[in-house]
């Protein structure tokens, strides 16, 4: 018999109901912690700084993601990221089984499948948000800003939108597609129920409208169908990835406003609903032609000790 990803933690011999919900205290502890260790050496940069702001004022605009402050934006990020170690301690803490099942049904990350799903993830991306921006020109061009001139601030911006938001992707997904993920699927078998459970928890850590939300409820579906279709989290971390990397940066470029999702209406979810079925089927092509790993062998259960033991066990 084979286990699937959202089975990982129920279906092995050293499974205890208790374990992933008390990772959750751990998480907590270590992402409380992390957070506090952030916010000081924040402090220490505002204070040595001449940035013309201080710590109340990224306390303040936190989670806005803005590129005209980047100490602000690299910060949001850094406050994000930090979840990655958290989610892994936690894990790890309340153990026993390897902490890389959290990664996959091989017990690791696997870089070469990463890789490709990035590839697909970024064809697909290009083509629907790059068809979105070309329709929007045409029906109506004030919507679309030009590209302004890429002078030092723009560089810096996109240096770090590539340097830390695949990170940030990485660990929304280790918490949402990971953790959460398995530790509905310990309590369920059918994997609907953490796909439909985990993405509304996915949707209230991010502050949009109706619209926004809804977009964000489709990728959060989609992310969980690929992870749990491919058996990891590869394919869900590099299609947030390419997602967040390709908008964060048009916003740098001064293109589009991310992050802006007043005036959305249905018509916005288009683009993002061809993006998810063209994710799912082109990954799935994918997995079955370079034959992907989507299941793990099930580990049997140990014998039940005998009492009284045999003759033979007391032998010296």
Do not use: K
């Amino acid at each position: 018999m084979a286990t699937p990803y959202h089975r990982l933690a129920r279906e092995t011999p050293d499974h205890r109901w208790w374990r992933l919900p008390l990772a959750a205290l751990v998480i907590g502890a270590a992402y409380l912690g992390l957070t506090l260790v952030l916010v000081v050496g924040a402090a220490v940069w505002f204070a040595v700084s001449d940035a013309g702001h201080d710590l109340g004022d990224w306390l303040d605009a936190a989670g806005e993601l803005d590129l005209q402050r980047l100490d602000f934006f690299v910060l949001d990020m850094l406050g994000l990221v930090v979840l990655i170690p958290a989610v892994l301690l936690g894990v790890l803490a309340t153990g026993p089984r390897p902490v890389g099942y959290l990664s996959s049904v091989t017990g690791r990350l696997r870089w070469r499948w990463l890789g490709r799903a990035t590839v697909v993830a970024t064809a697909v991306s290009v083509v629907t948000i790059g068809g979105s921006l070309l329709l929007t020109e045409v029906t109506d061009p004030a919507d679309v800003a030009a590209p302004s001139a890429v002078d030092s601030h723009v560089v810096l911006a996109l240096v770090a939108v590539l340097a830390l938001v695949p990170f940030q992707a990485a660990a929304e997904e280790y918490l949402f597609r990971g953790y959460l993920v398995q530790l509905v699927g310990s309590w369920s078998r059918f994997a609907v129920v953490p796909v439909l459970v985990t993405t509304p928890l996915f949707v209230a850590g991010h502050a949009y409208e109706l619209w926004g939300l809804l977009d964000v409820g489709l990728f959060g579906v989609t992310a969980a169908v690929l992870t749990i279709r491919t058996g990891g989290l590869e394919a869900a971390i590099a299609a947030h990835a390419v997602n967040n990397v390709l908008l964060l940066g048009l916003e740098a470029l001064g293109v589009v406003s991310a992050s802006d999702d007043s005036g959305a209406g249905p018509l916005d979810l288009v683009p993002s609903a061809v993006s998810s079925v063209l994710l799912v089927l082109l990954v799935e092509r994918a997995a079955r032609r370079h034959g992907l790993q989507r299941t793990r062998a099930h580990r049997p259960d140990p014998p039940a000790p005998m009492w009284p033991p045999p003759p033979y066990a007391m032998t010296w």
